[in-house]
């Protein structure tokens, strides 16, 4: 692989793509297509060296431009999505546009261009929850929110190409991803700048106990690597971090890290549909040869840390717009 778009390589986990790929083969040029939504951010791949990292500001879901971008790319990684859950309650149309069409259009491109490697970044969410166990590639899918589902949709989509075109799709569904440059909408780092500003913890009433699977962001970017260069075309493989806590657990560590009281902690009404626990089966993708490399108590020390030291990045972005939608989605909860 010489030449990877990488799409929606300005958001978090996109950006830690960009930089590994970067940073491990030396002979990869990288287009990254991004729109830079309130979630893109050009900051995050500041380093990035010019003469392997071409940035073009595009829509996936205007095939046109997309087209003209992914011309004469090997690959293709989608990491573009609307992602927050939140915000898909408060209005899911851009994330259908976004992650139904703009998926539709990248495996129509795809096709076209006879492109040899297609990677659909999706999520374990689109498995739904689930009490006891945990889910294996082959179990139904069962979103249970509009962002959730619009992935799903994205999914199915792409691997409708494998089998009816013979489009090389592989996909993957990775677990709750945290670390450095994660828009601060995300539990953990809207936590973490709250608590560094004494400002509440809105933490979702009802759902203190709900279990999520931490997985390290640069653990999640070299799986997709792994299913990238290692997977089968058609298949789909689970990247879990094995880091199952409740929320609560996650709240009061972040708050011991930067050194606050349980009084930071506001308990709010609950989101509607919360999914309860999430869980899933990395054993296929370990077949590959990957692993969750990173420690749990050491990944969230270093991100809060990182935090902690780079003020720069997130103060302002929780200006803006942040603000007008922290109103809109905490103001009366
Ligand atoms: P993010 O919100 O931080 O970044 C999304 C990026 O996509 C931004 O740079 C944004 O500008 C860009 N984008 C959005 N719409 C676009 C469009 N129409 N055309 C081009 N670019 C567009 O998201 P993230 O947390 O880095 O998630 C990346 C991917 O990983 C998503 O597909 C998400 O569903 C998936 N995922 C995320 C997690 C997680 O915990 N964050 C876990 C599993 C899977
Ligand atoms: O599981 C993978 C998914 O993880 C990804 O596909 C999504 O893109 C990503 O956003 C994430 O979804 P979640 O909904 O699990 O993440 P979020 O950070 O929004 O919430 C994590 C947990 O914290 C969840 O149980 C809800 C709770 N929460 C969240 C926020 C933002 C709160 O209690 N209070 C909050 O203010």
Redesign the pocket.
């Known amino acids: 692989m010489k030449r990877i778009m990488v799409t929606g390589g300005a958001g978090f986990i996109g950006s830690a793509f960009v930089r590994y790929q970067l940073r491990a083969y030396p002979d990869v040029h990288i287009v990254n297509f991004d729109k830079l939504t309130y979630a893109g951010n050009l900051d995050n791949v500041r380093e990035a060296d010019p003469a392997r990292h071409i940035f073009v500001r595009g829509d996936i879901a205007d095939f046109d431009a997309l087209y003209t971008a992914l011309n004469g790319c090997d690959a293709v990684v989608n990491f573009a999505a609307e ?4 915000r898909s309650i408060l209005g899911a149309s851009e994330f259908l546009d976004t992650n139904v069409r703009g998926v539709y259009n990248i495996v129509e491109a795809a096709r076209r261009l006879e492109v040899q490697h297609v990677l659909l970044v999706s ?3 689109v498995y739904g929850s689930i009490s006891e166990g945990s889910f294996k590639e082959t179990d139904r899918l069962n979103p249970r929110n509009p ?2 589902a619009a ?1 799903a949709g994205g999914e199915l989509v792409g691997m409708s190409y494998y089998h009816t075109f013979n489009v090389p799709v592989v996909v993957t569904r ?4 945290y670390g450095p440059y994660q828009y601060p ?4 780092p ?1 936590f973490v700048t709250n608590a560094l500003d004494n400002e509440p913890l ?3 009433k009802g ?1 203190e106990r ?1 279990v ?1 699977d931490w997985l390290y962001v640069d653990d999640h970017a070299r799986g997709i690597d792994v299913a990238l260069r290692r997977g089968t075309p058609g298949e789909v493989y689970n990247i879990a971090g094995g880091n199952e806590r409740e ?1 609560i657990t996650l709240t009061r560590k972040i708050l011991a890290l930067t050194g606050k009281d349980e009084s930071l902690i506001k308990l709010v009404a609950d ?1 509607p549909g ?1 999914d309860r626990r ?1 869980s899933i089966d990395a054993g296929k993708l370990r077949g590959l040869g990957w692993r969750s490399e990173m420690d749990w108590d050491q990944g969230v020390t270093e991100t809060v840390h990182w935090y902690q030291e780079n003020e720069w990045w997130w103060r302002k972005i929780k200006s803006g717009e942040f603000r007008e939608y922290y109103q809109r989605q905490y103001g009366n909860r």
């Not at 990775?174 to 991803?177: E, K, L, Q, V």
């Open positions: 992602s927050h859950v939140d999520t374990d969410e962002y959730s992935k990775g677990s709750n991803t909408e995300k539990v953990l809207l809105p933490l979702y759902g709900n999520r929320n989101r919360h999430y």
